[in-house]
């Protein structure tokens, strides 16, 4: 079967730093990728994670490990503009298999 | 660059009408196309894939179909539509040469009323 789990909502502060786990069970793996979707709009990319470890890209990072079927996001220096969902996906082959996301809102 | 086209943005139908829901890229070719829906405050569902003109590949048994009828063109397509199919479909591509990222368009926000 193909289980993707992520918290259904989070809340943080302006300039704070959060932290989006998703945890994954699934037949096939070939990669990991973070979305941002705003109410309304589509999913746009943000992170790709293929071997375990770290990747940073500006105010966003998101780390993986694969023995543990594990990934988190994490938000530094959190913007208002940054409320919005967040949707883990597992790739398999050529196909990606979505967690239901995370909705986060940043307050003032 | 490239782009991706949906239309239309919004549309109220009926039920038992028919859907159909077109999808185009520009500026690239030989691209993987992928439906999904998305239904009120939901994950994405995988609802159809395609890795070739004629070649669909279907994830869920439902009353939609999906029929890439051009290289760079998808369409989705009801004869039937159901209360249930209300929902946000979404069409995304992927390089298949030089990438694994799916870019998605801007999407339709279906209601079946």
């Known amino acids: 079967g193909q289980n993707i789990d992520q918290p259904t909502e989070m809340t943080a502060t302006e300039g704070a730093i959060v932290q989006i786990n998703c945890t994954y069970q699934?037949?096939?793996?070939?990669?990991l990728f973070w979305y941002q979707q705003h109410a309304g709009e589509a999913p746009t990319f943000l992170s790709y994670?293929?071997?375990?470890g770290l990747e940073e890209k500006g105010r966003f990072s998101s780390f993986l490990s694969r023995s543990k079927g594990y990934s988190y996001l994490l938000l530094k220096e959190l913007q208002m503009k940054d409320s919005a969902s967040y949707l883990c996906?597992?790739?398999?082959?050529?196909?990606?298999?979505f967690g239901t996301g995370t909705r986060l809102q940043v307050f003032p | 660059s490239q782009t991706i086209h949906q239309w239309p943005a919004t549309l109220v139908q009926p039920v038992g009408s028919p859907l159909s829901l077109e999808c185009t890229v520009e500026?690239?070719?030989?691209?993987?196309l992928y439906w999904y829906r998305q239904a009120a405050g939901r994950g994405l569902q995988l609802l159809f894939y395609?890795?070739?003109?004629?070649?669909i590949s279907s994830e869920v048994p439902q009353n939609l179909s999906a029929s890439r009828p051009q290289d760079r063109q998808f369409i989705l397509s009801s004869k039937k539509l159901l209360l249930s199919d209300s929902g946000f479909y979404l069409c995304?591509?992927?390089?298949?040469?030089?990438?694994?990222?799916?870019?998605f368009g801007p999407g339709t926000r279906l209601t079946v009323t």
């Open positions: 500026g690239t070719s030989n691209p993987n």
């Open positions: 996906a597992v790739r398999n082959t050529d196909k990606l298999i």
């Open positions: 995304a591509w992927t390089p298949r040469l030089w990438g694994y990222e799916q870019y």
């Open positions: 994670n293929v071997l375990d």
């Open positions: 699934t037949s096939g793996f070939n990669g």
């Open positions: 395609s890795v070739g003109i004629g070649q």
